[in-house]
């Protein structure tokens, strides 16, 4: 691996990425629409990719072999039906077309597990119909199509990453585990539901292990990135109220979960271990450690 551009690398998934790629690319150039973060060796770019032009005048500057492209509509809740996600579908093939047309070599783009048909429960990439729920998931599954079409027609070697569900450091603090272990922290209860859903969770250091992992390969066409395994939530959050001391605070079943959620969604992960290589390096144990560390460094 020599020269690696990351999109969104100010982003939750992103900067956990950056530092995955540590010792493992010649050069690694990042780009958001902020200031950098610091990180060192990092050479840091800021971009509009929404903009017309600026991913070809991006790609143009830093002539990258290879992409990982994380970047795209971060609002939580709303990203699930906003009109944005429509234009990054046509931003994110702007810039694999300017990658493919300077000589890029390898790239991976960020899906997701919204794409599939929930009802399936176990997703696998080759099996489980594409039958997105949300404008966010139909909006992923357009970009894949068109980013296969691309790949079938050219010489760029290509995957197509879909991340189930993930917490850590620097994760939107309205999501489940960040909302819980916030609450806690401040003495105030865990309001959750039920919490029997059962759901393919992994801590993010062990998803951008994943995408770097994936990107080094020469595993081509889509990859489920996930643990393999899918506990009913609530073992997940009483884990970390029991690391806290402060199981006494959760209150499952505080909240209405929806009547139509999925009881079940898990990947499949053979061709993330199998053709991959990937293994956990963290796993919960770490991982909540980790994110308590945070907030309650944030909290301090």
Known sequence: MRRVLVTGAGGFIGRHCLEALAGRADEVHAVSTGPGVGDKGVRWHRADLLDSGSAAALIGTVRPSHLLHLAWFSGHREIYSSPENSRWVRAS???????????GVRAVLSGSCAEYDWSEGLCSERVTPLRPATTYGAAKVALFRAYSDLLERSQLSGAWARVFFLYGPGEPEKRL????????????PALCTHGEQRRDYLYVGDVADALVALLASDVTGPVNIGSGEAPPIKELVVEAARRLEREELVRLGALEASADEAPLVQAEVGRLVGEVGWHMRYGHARGLDRTIDYWRGRAG
Do not use: M, P
């Not at 093939?93 to 000589?103: C, K």
């Open 93 to 103: 093939l702007d810039l694999v077309s300017a990658f493919h047309d300077q000589g």
């Open 177 to 188: 585990l960040a909302s819980v272990i916030r609450s806690l922290l401040a003495g105030e």
